[in-house]
């Protein structure tokens, strides 16, 4: 029997990715057209930007909580976000959760070993980048990871959340993504991090200059294998 995986959703379009490739990938483990149950909670995006705008993460382990206690009251036996960002909040989410969660910096640190990386470079909301969620899961594995200058950091920024999280896909926001990847490299990097949710829906991997560390799929794999008891 598979355990009931929840979903603590944020943005929805990062949100729906991971939904469909749980559904998608179920086979690979379980069979024809199968999947584990999956149950999904989404507060509205603006709630969490309101408190993540304004630092205030308690707040943000507040909307993460509220949505953890109504997939448990749904089944699920433990929880996963695929949104970056507000796993800042995560240490205050814990201790506190009815239910254990795969952290999705964790899952990603764990597969950039796995490949042989050693300096990631990382893409994500002005919060991620200049936040800890990433330095310091890559630091317990002995990885270094670099982010891009604080110009690209404030367009990236205004990319997701005036285009991406809407599902908007611009060519040249596309350019643009590939150009800060190709400035990843040239400064060391062997690896980016696709480390909001939405990012996927721009970059892919045949264009990348680097190899991509695709989050949201990354996370949805591990609570495939998770669910199944791998």
């Known amino acids: 029997m598979s355990k009931h995986i929840g979903i603590v959703a944020c943005s929805y379009e990062g949100a729906a990715l991971c939904y469909r490739t749980?559904?998608?990938?179920?086979?690979?483990?379980?069979?024809?057209?199968?999947?584990?149950?999956?149950?999904?909670?989404?507060?509205?995006?603006?709630?969490?930007?309101?408190?993540?705008?304004?630092?205030?993460?308690?707040?943000?382990?507040?909307l993460m909580l509220s949505s953890a206690g109504k997939l448990k009251n749904a089944g699920a036996e433990f929880l996963i976000s695929p949104d970056n960002t507000i796993h800042e909040a995560y240490s205050l989410v814990a201790g506190r959760s009815p239910?254990?969660?795969?952290h999705i910096g964790k899952e990603?640190?764990?597969?950039?070993?796995?490949?042989?990386?050693?300096?990631?470079?990382?893409?994500?909301?002005?919060?991620?980048?200049e936040g800890p969620v990433y330095q310091e899961v890559m630091e317990e594995r002995g990885l270094d990871c670099l982010i891009p200058p604080e110009e690209e950091r404030t367009r990236i920024n205004d990319i997701i959340f005036s285009e991406l999280v809407y599902g908007i896909i611009n060519p040249g926001s596309r350019r643009f993504f590939l150009d800060a990847i190709e400035g990843l490299k040239r400064r060391g990097c062997d690896c980016v991090v696709l480390g909001c949710t939405?990012?996927?829906l721009i970059v892919l991997?045949?264009?990348?200059?680097?190899?991509?560390?695709?989050?949201?799929?990354i996370l949805a794999r591990a609570a495939l294998e998770y669910s199944v008891g791998q």
């Open 108 to 129: 990603v640190a764990r597969e950039a070993q796995a490949q042989g990386f050693g300096r990631p470079g990382v893409l994500g909301t002005r919060f991620l980048m």
């Open 198 to 200: 939405e990012i996927p």
């Open 205 to 217: 991997p045949g264009e990348s200059p680097l190899p991509v560390l695709d989050s949201t799929r």
């Open 22 to 62: 749980i559904c998608n990938e179920g086979a690979r483990l379980l069979g024809e057209h199968s999947h584990p149950e999956v149950s999904l909670h989404n507060h509205p995006l603006n709630e969490y930007m309101e408190f993540i705008n304004t630092g205030q993460w308690e707040g943000v382990a507040g």
């Open 99 to 102: 239910l254990p969660w795969l």
